[in-house]
């Protein structure tokens, strides 16, 4: 392969990935939605083509026609730059997510993910501690007292958890011996998911995965009836929209990094061994995937719908006395794994 | 030759990009009828009240110190967790002793009360009390 084909393979692969998730994005706000009227016996949005299935697209349409508000107190930079990292980091974290095995297609071997980076995880990582800017940058900047309170409690509660994520992680690194996403995906082969093997760090991840997304029951940030709209109260127009985005398209990462890390990535248990073709053994991998990521967004979303909100001393003594030292005990338990049955 | 960071840089190209040319459609095609009211800080309709940078508990800033200690032992800790299988015992002996120091930290911590989220105790105004010092004769029944 000569340099252009490598550039527009590459390409083709990044306009596939963003397609797949502002698609995915806007369908996963109108499944919320739907999702969310059903599990409280509503009708929800079913006006909008067939069953409401264009809502996504008015809603977008919607949001392009409304006016930009900055308000008088804000500082107008910053105000504006925070929207702009939110959604920045939210795109860039899905460069290193494997959505499946490597390929032929026209006789070309194409690995499923945009960039093979052998730190992947720690970029993932670091990308999401990124994304704590833009919430404060917006808190900070709007001039408003709601907003302030909402980007310190976010901030607060996002570090937080991001040491019991990083911990947990850890546990990961230790089977798998690699930061590469498609190593880690390849150390789980067959039954050995690392969900099953070390269920207190799956356990500890995912909660942690719900406080960085600002999910119920760790929506503090913007709790509505304390704070109105939190960090974006004073925004309005493709601003919010946004913050919208980047909050759903942060669901959708962690939900890919919980399926990556913990439950066997695109694997199908020992599918290799049912000798059917290569082109089938892949759609079938790249579809339990999506699979496994659909079930654990639904998860997302039965959650914010059945569980009422922490305070915040509760948000804060589960984040550091409860989820904290269970990562630690987990990475001994995995330690102490691999020692005894050497893995 | 492209290499995979290359490849991350293109993406991230692409995606700062995709969010330049949306907020610049939006500026072509949105309205802008801008009045003094619309630009008002939000407080639930009321004038905004002082300044809206307000002090927060320091609590907030115990936290973040917290977190710095904690993460940098992270970063410590994934050589580690990524070199553990070439070294066998020792290695488990290693990172055993490292959690150990990292556990002492974290007790000691919750020991000297730094991970407490101290509820404040608002002590709520005494109804009888305040009508007693304004001595105002208002025609209430006073609760008890």
Known sequence: MNIWEIIIITVIKIGAILTIMLLTVSYLVYFERRISAWIQSRLGPNRVGWEGILQPFADVFKLLLKEDISPVAANKFIHGLAPFIAVFVAFSTYAVIPIGPDVTIFGYSIQLVVADVNIGVLYVLALTSLGVYGLTFAGWSSGSKYSLLGGIRSSAQMISYEVSMGFSVGGVLLMAGSLSPIAIVEAQYGWMWNAIVQPIGFITFTVAAFAETNRLPFDLPEAEPELVGGYHTEYSSMKFAGFFLAEYANMIIAAGMIVTLYLGGWQVPYIDKLGLGEIVTALMQVGSFFVKMGAILFFFIWVRWSIPRFRYDQLMNLGWKVMFPLSLINIVWVAALIMIFNL | ?144
Do not use: H
């Open chain 2, 1 to 144: 030759m492209l290499t995979e960071f290359g490849k991350v840089l293109v993406f991230i190209i692409l995606a700062a990009a995709f969010v330049v040319i949306a907020l610049f459609v939006a500026r072509l095609i949105r309205p802008a009828r801008p009045t003094k009211e619309k630009f008002t800080i939000y407080e639930c309709g009321e004038n905004p009240e002082g300044t809206p940078w307000v002090k927060f508990n320091i609590r907030f800033y115990v936290v973040a110190l917290i977190f710095l200690i904690f993460d940098v032992e992270i970063v410590l800790l994934f050589p580690w967790a990524l070199t553990y299988q070439d070294y066998g015992i020792y290695g488990f002996l290693v990172g055993i002793i490292f959690l150990l120091i990292l556990g002492l930290g974290m007790a000691y911590e919750w020991r000297k009360g730094d991970l407490e989220w101290e509820k404040p105790s608002p002590k709520p105004p005494n109804l009888a009390k305040i009508l007693e010092k304004s001595k105002r004769n208002i025609p209430v029944e006073v609760p008890d």
